[in-house]
């Protein structure tokens, strides 16, 4: 009697990492040829794009590129981004820590139709979103006549502008506090009520300090969208030169009027800021893992 044939089957070598973690051992090509691809695509539509910002910004020489940024147009621009900035991340701050701890915790009918709320102005494109501006405060929009009686500006103006800034990032404070919240529970906040404590105080020394890493990566995300929004202020500020030109508008002018040196010269600004926002953030994350 013939014994059956041993069919030998391969199994995926399986190693194991100091994080206690799983992972694939693959061959060398194929890490290589992966890390290479990611560079080159990194390469092509990052690095590049940006080195040519700096290069072109500075073509002309030093004295031309700081003409650019101090020039009034340029200076009120750079004010009025900062501006907003301040005045929109502080809220969003505030709407973001009430949004969360109402959904994680607390129950109550209407709860997912919050969280869909949330996330609308990732769904709905900045454009639409400032057209909904004007068609509410606009002067043949829905208030606009009464707006226009008692002499308050809202489109073309500063309150438009921070309207539809809030309106694009309000999101990204809430979503990055929902998951942590959810995660943590509410088992230490129960514990500080028992003992005697009462609301504020559970808040600032029991829930605040839990997600302070969160909080922070959030204010950092709404920072930068907050600075480098286009399509929502571009519809509410009426493209006003010195007066309702975000750094991103006035990016947009000078470049349609060939003033190229002019335009990546304020880009560069903006390049910067991003970039300094990225390392922060990179820090903030660091930080929350090794908490």
């Not at 009034?72 to 505030?94: G, Q, S």
């Not at 454009?127 to 809202?154: M, N, P, R, S, Y």
């Not at 230490?188 to 839990?210: C, D, R």
Request: glycine share 6%; with cysteine; hydrophobic share 55%.
């Amino acid at each position: 009697m013939t014994k059956p044939l041993e069919v030998k089957q391969e199994v995926p070598v399986v190693t194991r990492t100091t994080s206690n973690s799983y992972s694939l051992k693959e061959s060398a090509t194929v890490k290589w040829s992966l890390i290479t691809i990611s560079f080159l695509y990194i390469s092509l539509f990052l690095i590049l794009p940006l080195i040519s910002i700096f290069v072109t910004a500075f073509e002309k020489g030093w004295e031309t590129y700081v003409a650019s940024i101090v020039h009034p147009d340029a200076l009120a621009a750079i004010k009025l981004t900062i501006t907003v900035a301040l005045i929109v991340v502080p809220l969003n701050a505030i709407f973001g820590i009430v949004a969360a701890w109402l959904i994680t915790k607390f129950s109550f009918k209407g709860k997912n139709l919050l969280i869909t709320l949330i996330d609308l102005p990732f769904a709905v494109s900045p454009v639409i979103a400032g057209l909904i501006f004007i068609l509410l405060f606009g002067a043949q929009g829905l208030f606009g006549e009464w707006l226009f009686e008692h002499d308050i500006k809202i489109v073309f103006a500063l309150p438009g502008i921070i309207l539809a800034t809030l309106f694009v990032t309000f999101p990204f404070i809430a979503r990055e506090l929902i998951p942590l919240m959810q995660t943590q529970g509410v088992t230490e906040e129960e514990a500080s009520i028992s003992l005697g404590a009462s609301g504020l105080k559970t808040f600032l020394y029991v829930t605040l300090p839990n997600i302070k890493w969160g909080l922070l990566y959030g204010l950092i995300l709404c920072n930068a969208r907050a600075i480098g929004e286009f399509g929502a202020v571009s519809v509410v500020s009426g493209h006003i030169r010195g007066l309702t030109n975000t750094m991103p508008l006035h990016i947009e002018i000078l470049y349609n009027e060939y003033q190229f040196t002019a335009a990546f010269a304020v880009a560069s600004i903006m390049s910067v800021l991003a970039i300094i926002t990225i390392i922060i953030k990179n820090i903030v994350s660091w930080k929350a893992k090794d908490v």
